[in-house]
């Protein structure tokens, strides 16, 4: 009798098929799924959020030392392992003309704390890690050429990314959410003039024009005429936001987020004007270890610098000692929650100072409130450019940010030899005069100096 080939081939798939069932069913049949020691240690606490703290968010690593790695280099001090679950970012049915939904978005973002792209890589952050602070407003060509350059970071993968936004934009959340290269958070400021258009801290159609004159403005019976700068003037809403959004962002990101409670490493402040160097975490971590040595009354290590002359060739590896002036230290800011404290409880000095900028106000603060001034280490071969010709204090006639944006990667490129430094070291200090700055006024409005205080009231 002949054996067809099919029909033996049939045969044998019908066998392997039965086995496979059977060694299924004893699988099951002797499997005792009230036992955890029978699961995987992690997949368990995945599965059981009750024990396992939150789903999303793992601050501290207490109940997870079965399987926490261990490090030699800094402690490790919050973990969320890969494959944990995790939600998107924000709807996308929220109308832009509609205030109402854009606040019920803003307040659920804010309060779930979702951070993306977890899935791929998990969080650790340690004693030496670096996590980003983007400060957001409404430019979103330059933000995608500062994402750009981030996706060409080292370590960016072990870098938590937190973009704050005081402004809410379909346009802005894209580009956010297009990162695929490293765990991101977005965070929204709730009280902003784009929620309140025509009312405090947006424009009130009877608040008092900029120049009229105090005795003018108290006949009209303006909302604020009692309350104009130290110049004479009344405030301008676009100005004040920004400085209102920078101590936002640093209460709600050191006291507020449930990822940072723990966390005790650098956080690094950056606007969305920016491009960074691709070895900016790198050459930021051996400086926290010269501080260390060479400078332990430092509190900031700062990454930028507006020297027209960048030599990398002989500068990439050398840093600067001075004390923090507005002019010359606001770029690229890295510090840790010691001087955020320090900030906090100069909160009443840094709200009433009349000076529409933070960083004027900073060096205030600096000089007359927090102890020991703002000792620092600048790097002397900048690892982030500033690309913005347009913005608050930038008006030039040129805003095409691809321009500049080729003229700093021209730069980065011709520079990559040098990157990367082996060794840093101190080299000089800044011979600066410091001075308590003149406040630049815009900010005499009693409304203004209560909101910046109900930031970090109670903190």
């Avoid at 340690?126 to 994402?147: E, F, G, P």
């Avoid at 060479?294 to 002359?309: L, Q, S």
């Avoid at 409880?345 to 709200?351: G, N, Q, S």
């Avoid at 600096?366 to 102890?371: A, G």
Wanted: charged share 25%.
């Amino acid at each position: 009798m002949r054996v067809r080939p099919s029909r033996l081939l049939r045969s044998l798939f019908l066998v392997v098929l039965i086995l496979f069932v059977m060694l299924n069913m004893h699988v099951l049949l002797n499997f005792n799924s009230h036992h955890p020691a029978s699961i995987d240690p992690l997949l368990y606490k995945l599965r059981n959020p009750d024990i396992f703290i939150n789903p999303h968010v793992q601050v501290g690593h207490e109940k997870l030392d079965s399987f926490t790695p261990q490090s030699n280099e800094a402690k490790l001090e919050v973990f969320i392992p890969p494959l944990m679950y995790n939600q998107t970012f924000s709807k996308g049915d929220v109308q832009e003309n509609n205030l109402t939904q854009i606040k019920l978005e803003i307040d659920r973002v804010n309060r779930e704390q979702f951070i993306h792209n977890l899935h791929k890589f998990g969080l650790k952050l340690k004693t030496d890690s670096v996590v980003m602070v983007i400060q957001v407003h409404d430019r979103a060509q330059y933000l995608q050429i500062l994402v750009d350059s981030l996706r060409k970071v080292k370590k960016i993968e072990e870098t938590l990314v937190i973009f704050s936004h005081d402004v809410y934009s379909e346009a802005l959340n894209k580009i956010v959410q297009s990162i695929d290269f490293c765990p991101v958070m977005q965070i929204f400021m709730p009280v902003t003039a784009q929620l309140h258009p025509k009312e405090f801290p947006g424009e009130h159609p009877n608040d008092c024009p900029r120049n009229i004159k105090k005795a003018e403005a108290a006949t009209k019976k303006c909302n604020n005429w009692e309350h104009p700068d130290k110049y004479g003037h009344y405030r301008e809403a676009k100005y004040c936001q920004t400085k209102h959004h920078w101590l936002w962002k640093l209460h709600h990101v050191f006291d507020e987020l449930d990822v940072m409670k723990n966390y005790t490493g650098q956080v690094l402040l950056l606007e969305e004007d920016y491009y960074l160097a691709p070895d900016i975490i790198t050459t930021l971590q051996m400086t926290l270890n010269l501080k260390k040595k060479e400078c332990k009354d430092c509190r900031m290590i700062t990454a930028g610098n507006y020297d027209k002359a960048q030599i990398f060739s002989s500068n990439a590896g050398k840093m600067e000692l001075a004390s923090w002036i507005s002019s010359r230290h606001n770029m690229g800011m890295t510090f840790a929650r010691d001087l955020w404290n320090e900030i906090k409880k100069c909160a009443k000095e840094f709200c009433n100072f009349d000076d529409y900028n933070w960083d004027w106000t900073l060096q205030h603060l600096s000089m007359k409130c927090i102890p020991g001034q703002i000792k620092l280490l600048k790097m002397k071969a900048t690892r982030v450019f500033h690309m913005g010709d347009c913005g608050v204090h930038h008006k030039g006639k040129n805003c095409n940010p691809q321009v500049k944006k080729a003229q700093v990667e021209n730069q980065i490129n011709q520079n990559l030899k040098h990157l990367f430094p082996n060794v840093v070291s101190v080299n000089g200090q800044s011979r600066f005069k410091l001075r308590d700055p003149k406040p630049n006024g815009g900010w005499g409005d009693i409304r203004d100096r209560n909101l910046c205080l109900s930031f970090v009231d109670g903190a």
